[in-house]
Each structure stands twice: as C-alpha cells, then as structure tokens.
C-alpha cells in the first residue's frame, strides 16, 4: 500500500517544544512529582518510555541528565521492555497477533518504544494499516556478526564470503549452523535477511540454508549461547551478545565474525506510538534529541552496544579484530524491507512448524489467460510451479491434500478431490503428480461457495490439535455457478458449523483484477480466521502465498 511506511522511515523529524524538565522515574513510581510540585508546576505531563533491556539503563541515565538541566514540567518513566514482548502488547492492541511471542505482562500504554529493531515496527505496521509509529531514528546500534567458538576460528574478524558461507551453511552439516527463531528475535530476523539477501534468486539454496539453520535453532538466544561448542558451532548474533557473554567468563569464549560483503544491525529506533498527545510528543522528542552524549555513549558502550553511527563509547569492549567504527547499514526501502521479512517468515513458518493444509485449485477457464509478467505461462501453469514451490518448503510434519474446481466437476459438484489430505513423509509423489491436474476446463465457470463450504468442513472433520489446520484456496474469478449456493447461503451455513474449538484457518489468494475482495472477505469472516490475499499481478502469487503463510491477522 504507497504510503504505509513511510513513517518508519529515518526522517530527522524534529517537533518545536517549549523547554521542558523531566522527573525520572525508577521502580515504576513517579518519582519527581513533588519536586515539580513545588517548583510551581500546575500542570504535568506523563512520558513514558519502554526501551529494550540492555540499552534501558543508559536511556534512563540520559533521562536523569535531562531532568537535571531543563527547567519545566515532565515526568518521564523509562522501563525495560523485552522487544518481542512489547512487540505482541502492541501488536494486540492494533488487531495483530505475531505468533507465539506472548504479551506477558507488559502493557501497551508507551508514548515512545525503543525496541532492539526497526523490524519489530515494519511487521506489526505491515498488517496494520493503523500503525503509524514517528520514527525519529536509530539511538543506539549493534551490528550483526557470526559468532562461533574461538578455538574454531583460525583469525579473529575474518569469514569467508557470504555467498561462500551460504553455500556452505545449507550443504555442509559439520558446520552445526544454527539461528534463534527470526519470528521470535530480531537477531534471528536480521540475521536470516542478511544470509537470504547473499543466497540472491536461488529459491533451492534459500531453503537449503533454512533447513539447516532450523535443525539447531532456539528459541531465545539464552538458550542459543549455551549450544556453542555442543550442537552449534555457528549463529548469527548481536555483537553486543557476543560482548556480554564473553565478559561473564565462560570456558570458551566466543569469536564475533564481521561479514564482509554484508552489513545488518540491530538499530534501537526511537519510535513515537500513534495517537499521543503533540504536547506529548514534543517531550518525547525533546529526549530524543539529548541521546547524543559522550555519556550516553559510554552507558551503552557498558551492555556492548554501539552509538548509532556505529562508534565506540568509552570502555566498549571491542572484540578481537572487530572494526573501530562500523557505519550503519545503508538506508533502504521500509516497504520493499516490509515485503522482505513477509516472505522470509512465511517460508519459516512453512519449513519449521507443522500444519494440515488442503490447497483448492481454481480450473475455470479463465486461468487458460497468458500472463504476460510471468514470460506467458497460463494462469494455471503459474499456479502449478507456485504449488510445487510451495511443497518443496513444506517439511514431513505437513499433510497436505489437492482439490480443483470449476463447475460440474462431478455431475453437478464443482470440485472435485485430486489428492485427500495425506502426509507429505510419504505421499510427495502423489502431490506433484496431484499438481498436474490443476488444467482449466473448457468452459468452466466458478463454483466458489460450495467448494469453500466443503473444503472447509473436510478440514474441520480431519482436524488435529497442535497444528495449523487451514484451507488455501486460489482463484481468479467471482462465484458463478447458478443453482448453487448464494453468498448469504454460504455465510450462514459457515457460521453455523464453525467451531472455537477447532478453528480452521481460510486463506484465499485472488489473482487478477476480476476476483471481488467483499465476496472474498464475507467467507472468511464466517470462517472466523485467516484472510484474503490479493495478486493483482498473477504473476506475484508465490510472494503472495508467502505472506499469506506468515500473516496470523485473524489468526
């Protein structure tokens, strides 16, 4: 959508405000608050901040100088926030449900976040269009290195080139690559663009890379660092990971590698959130602007992260052969980043969590149109490469079943099933050869609501708990198919058969300019979760079907 990110942009915005003073708060309380009393203040203004972890204490450090030099009527909490956390808080609060984070207790009423990434903001604002958050920039930075156990690395710093490293993380098993779970961690997210980016339009290498990264990752990067040197011999991390594990004295260190022909970070943006009071945001961005200091550099140089040029505060604890300076990465696009992370995270989730997945074909006869964006395939024919891409990112945990449909398929039925819902462990065969069936029907018109109604309770009646239970359905028209049931028929018999208990989700991808979006959208709705993904471009369906993966909108 043009427009939507351009917010989370670096924009140098700058909001004039009075002179403000701040009270720092500690522990929670307002702490300030008869001070600014008694300094005759009628009227205080409330900023709260939420910070991620390591850099919340030099935040907050910078906040008391503040407080201490300007003279008028703020009181400003600073809290340390896990950012996945804070990151499911607000994403809740704006309709968005990034899966498996969890809230916990944390509470999205911030005025300013400063999560470890920019990320976290592009994919809770990627699937809500509402999320709007002023981003005055990077506070603070932390490049992305490959971290490794010392005795396994031959020369501080140095490593092998990125397309090299690639090759060798998807096909060589001694090297027990491993990666904290990138739907869950920024280090992971980063780190996995970087490696992606090196691998280029190599779709078989990209998994490669992910399938092996994905048989040693964590969870959290805890857990990550107490692999090395038993099942890990290699993740990318935070170099100010690297830095505070190193300084707790393990028995073997580790070695922080600098990629030489990449460059990611985490970048620790200072974002307004949506809907605060301007008076409010002039005090946020007050603070800010005081997030420069030698000071502040040297607090954040003690948790082993950067200033936001990439220079070292005083007593940062370089590592062996690590750069003086390292320059942030350049700027880019928020939105073709946005679309970025979509993808990735949808062949992610395809490659490591489990699901039960019937994929419904759309063979009317207009999917024999040319495509002129995809070297003149049919719409049919860029469906089925589409399919067996998709396949082959599926792991043996899926089962996946095959139904196409148009029209009087089987007497007057519009679908007909190709392939029941079967593992992929031991049916992969079977699916491509099931593939091959979706061919248009010469004058085949489009029975979409019954065919969504009895895929979706084929679903329903296999369902299986601990797995994603879905229904992908692709098509390129309206519902035609006279005598069959009407939109209201559909929703009301959707609905009646819809289970809490045993949700099912309903994705379905529209290609072309001739599907409608409400017609689309009323049959999710009765399904009560999943969404509608829209390929104006038929061309784009795969990109499509990855994020359509990756999104829990409605989920």
Not at 38 to 43: D, E, H, L
Not at 58 to 70: E, H, K, P, Y
Not at 251 to 266: D, G
Not at 316 to 325: C, D, H, S
Request: aromatic fraction near 4%.
């Amino acid at each position: 959508m043009p427009g939507r990110h351009r917010e989370l942009q670096r924009t140098g915005l700058v909001v004039t405000a009075a002179a403000l003073a701040i009270a720092v708060v500690t522990g929670g309380a307002w702490a300030g608050y008869h001070e600014l009393s008694a300094n005759g203040c009628t009227t205080i203004r409330k900023l709260r901040v939420a910070a991620a972890t390591e850099i919340a204490p030099a935040v907050r450090a910078a906040a008391a100088t503040w407080a201490a030099t300007d003279g008028n009527c703020v009181a400003v909490t600073v809290t340390a926030a896990d950012p996945a956390g804070m990151a499911s808080a607000i994403g809740n609060r704006h309709g968005v449900n990034l899966d498996g984070l969890g809230g916990g207790k944390l509470s999205p009423d911030v005025d300013a976040w400063v999560p470890d990434s920019g990320t976290w903001l592009l994919r809770i604002a990627s699937e809500a269009p509402g999320f709007l958050p002023s981003n005055l920039g990077s506070i603070a930075q932390s490049p992305i290195v490959l971290a490794a156990p010392e005795p396994s690395v031959a020369a501080p710093a140095s490593t092998p080139d990125m397309k090299d490293l690639v090759k060798r993380i998807a096909g060589d098993k001694t090297l027990r690559a491993g990666i904290v779970d990138p739907a869950h961690d920024a280090t992971g997210l980063t780190g996995l663009l970087a490696l992606a980016g090196a691998a280029g339009t190599d779709a078989a290498l990209k998994v490669g890379i992910m399938r092996a990264l994905a048989a040693n990752s964590s969870s959290i990067r805890g857990d990550m660092l107490q692999k090395f040197g038993t099942s890990v011999g290699l993740a990318p991390l935070s170099e100010a990971d690297v830095i505070t594990y190193n300084a707790g004295g393990p028995a073997t260190r580790l070695a922080a590698l600098y990629p030489k022909t990449a460059s990611v970070a985490l970048d620790y943006p200072f974002a307004i959130m949506p809907g605060v009071d301007p008076q409010v945001v002039g005090a946020a961005t007050e603070l800010r602007a005081s997030l420069n200091s030698p000071a502040f550099l040297a607090d954040l140089a003690k948790a082993g992260v950067r200033g936001p040029a990439g220079q070292a505060g005083a007593g940062f604890a370089t590592p062996a052969g690590a750069p003086a300076v390292i320059p942030p990465p350049a700027a880019t696009d928020p939105k073709a980043v946005a679309g970025a992370i979509t993808q990735l995270l949808g062949s992610w989730t395809a490659i490591t969590q489990p699901g039960r997945m019937l994929a419904v074909f759309d063979v009317s006869e207009s999917m024999k149109a040319k495509v002129p964006t995809a070297g003149g395939l049919t719409r049919a024919e860029l469906t089925q490469r589409v399919a067996r891409q998709g396949l082959a990112l599926l792991d043996d945990r899926w089962s996946v079943g095959n139904w196409t449909f148009s029209t009087d398929m089987a007497g007057t039925r519009p679908w007909v099933e190709n392939l029941p819902i079967s593992p992929c462990a031991t049916e992969r065969a079977r699916m491509l050869t099931a593939i091959d069936k979706i061919v248009p029907k010469t004058g085949g018109d489009t029975g979409l609501f019954d065919t969504a109604l009895a895929a979706y309770q084929r679903v329903q009646q296999g369902w299986q708990a601990g797995v994603s239970n879905s229904v992908v359905i692709y098509t390129d028209g309206k519902n035609d198919n006279p005598g069959g049931l009407t939109s209201d028929e559909l929703v009301a018999k959707m609905t009646k058969v819809r289970d809490p208990k045993r949700p099912v989700r309903m994705i379905i991808i529209g290609m072309g300019t001739a599907t409608d979006r409400n017609e689309l959208e009323a049959i999710v709705t009765a399904a009560g979760s999943g969404g509608v993904y829209i390929a104006t471009d038929p061309a784009k369906i795969g990109e499509i079907f990855l994020e359509a993966i990756a999104s829990r909108k409605g989920a």
